[in-house]
């Protein structure tokens, strides 16, 4: 290490150690193919890719990328101009104002990627298209990374379609949940319905630059596609955008791992991929092989009518969204309300309201010990925290800047009041709030305070309110549930008939 550090300095050690996956301090290979890439300009075809056998006869699917770049002011970091940071931290994001590639057209074969793993599934339930590798007790992935590792299997796919929007889409996320799920939607003789949700990221930067990680909340979207994977009839991805946040932003400001990092958050208006409309073959041939129809030279389609799909079963969009969010997330077999509707439900069911209000998104994780994702991957998706919580509360998840501007819109006092009242109480980085149906806060609970005493040794707890229950082995749970009863206990004389 030394002696690398010597002939490559700091900043060269830097860029070394971003290639040397195995941090053997020896190049492989598979481990330059990206600077070898970079520097001739050809990016040989993936093993994966040369398993396919092309058929020339074979259905394509002409697929467009709309894509419009994210609002900078509606980052945290605009409020003061950007002070401090650096104008090259930034320059891939910046510079990122286009789709890498407008217009793509893949084999209709392609998407077999996206057929479920067997044919009697029942609608709903999920399967892994790319399972997640990760995990609370696994960690998580570098950060300091410029170039995706080669794609494999069905990640082939959903690589090639990310690089539409951007040269370094990885697959996986550096942090858990990563992969993709999908459902079905609907039933039918000879189509499949598949509606999916992939967890996945961008390296913006690139050498001499510091890392710079895109992270959008999701990507999801859905495909119709024949049993046999020959024709697609429709196929569309994109990015959420109906809140007022959706993608993470973290970025490096030095040449090592424990370097200082920059996070961040923003909303993205656009992106998205669909396809122009159902695969068509390049040629058609008779009964004795003849060619009735071909592609016109101009690159114009053969003209069909498609016949209407019948659907002999169905679910909603909303339902199937819910059981990818629930895959991914089995913390979310809790329904989580929007802000003002779980004040709503809770006044019409007469519940206390549990509700957790972080700076960050909830779909991606921050680097802070008490985060988000610690909560999620733990206490939230235990069993009897889910019991209590269906049973007793009416819960939600919510975003700092989301109750700031509900404070600060004054044409519903009663929801301005409401955040008010739990803006009081927020501290970094996650604040969990129990409160009555009229938004009076009667118990919180700051998630770093909750992870140091659910660290601490049992007789190390003074307080009562926390004290570990001889009921459940693990302190993280028994502690949220002591909290939660406490909460109850205490709305007692205002719930009353």
Do not use: C
């Given at each position: 290490q030394e002696l690398a550090l010597k002939s490559l300095g700091k900043e060269g050690l830097f860029l070394f150690s971003s290639l040397d996956t195995n941090k053997d301090l020896y190049l492989s290979p598979e481990e330059f193919k990206p600077i070898a890439e970079k520097l001739t300009g050809v990016a040989p075809v993936s093993e994966s890719e040369e398993e396919e056998t092309p058929d020339a006869d074979g259905e394509t699917l002409s697929i467009v990328a709309k894509f419009q770049p994210l609002l900078m002011e509606t980052m945290t970091k605009s409020k003061d101009g950007f002070l401090g940071i650096s104008h090259v931290a930034l320059s891939g994001l910046r510079n990122w104002t286009a789709p890498a590639a407008p217009m793509s057209v893949l084999l209709a074969r392609q998407f077999k990627a996206f057929l479920p793993p067997k044919d009697n599934l029942d609608l709903g339930d999920p399967w892994w298209i790319i399972p997640s590798e990760l995990n609370i007790f696994t960690g998580y992935l570098s950060n300091n990374r410029f170039y995706p590792p080669p794609p494999k299997g069905k990640e082939v796919l959903i690589h090639r379609l990310l690089s539409m929007f951007h040269p370094r889409p990885f697959v996986r996320t550096r942090f858990a949940p990563q992969g993709a799920v999908a459902c079905l939607q609907a039933s039918s003789s000879f189509y499949y319905p598949v509606a999916f949700r992939i967890h996945a990221e961008f390296q913006l930067n690139e050498p001499p630059n510091f890392p710079f990680w895109f992270s959008p909340g999701q990507f999801t979207g859905y495909i119709v596609l024949s049993k046999d994977s020959s024709h697609v009839r429709d196929?569309?991805?994109?990015?959420?955008?109906?809140?007022?946040?959706?993608?993470?932003?973290?970025?490096?400001?030095?040449?090592?791992?424990?370097?200082?990092?920059?996070?961040?958050?923003?909303?993205?208006?656009?992106?998205?991929?669909?396809?122009?409309?159902?695969?068509?073959?390049?040629?058609?041939?008779?009964?004795?092989?003849?060619?009735?129809?071909?592609?016109?030279?101009?690159?114009?389609?053969?003209?069909?009518?498609?016949e209407e799909i019948t659907w002999q079963q169905q679910i909603p969009w909303q339902e199937a969204a819910h059981r990818l969010e629930v895959a991914m997330y089995p913390f979310k077999k809790v329904s989580y309300l929007p802000f003002t509707e779980a004040f709503e439900r809770a006044q019409a069911e007469k519940k206390l309201v549990h509700s957790i209000l972080l700076w960050a998104k909830p779909p991606v994780p921050l680097p802070v010990p008490g985060s988000g994702r610690t909560l999620r991957e733990t206490v939230l998706e235990s069993s009897p925290i889910l019991a209590l919580l269906n049973e007793s509360f009416i819960s939600s998840w919510s975003l700092v800047k989301e109750l700031e501007e509900l404070q600060s819109n004054r044409e519903n006092e009663f929801h301005s009041k409401l955040a008010k009242l739990h803006l009081e109480k927020y501290n970094f980085p996650v604040e969990m709030i129990i409160c009555l149906p009229n938004g009076t806060v009667i118990h919180h609970l700051n998630a770093n305070y909750f992870l140091d005493i659910t660290s601490m040794k049992p007789e190390d707890v003074e307080s009562s309110i926390f004290s570990f229950s001889t009921n459940f082995e693990d302190p993280s749970t028994a502690t949220y549930l002591q909290f939660l009863k406490e909460g109850l206990h205490r709305a007692k004389p205002y719930l009353q008939p």
């Open positions: 196929f569309r991805l994109f990015v959420p955008n109906n809140r007022s946040l959706n993608v993470d932003m973290e970025w490096l400001y030095g040449a090592s791992e424990s370097s200082n990092m920059e996070v961040d958050i923003g909303y993205l208006p656009q992106m998205e991929l669909e396809s122009t409309g159902p695969s068509v073959p390049s040629v058609i041939h008779d009964e004795d092989g003849k060619v009735l129809a071909s592609r016109d030279p101009s690159g114009e389609p053969i003209q069909f009518v498609f």
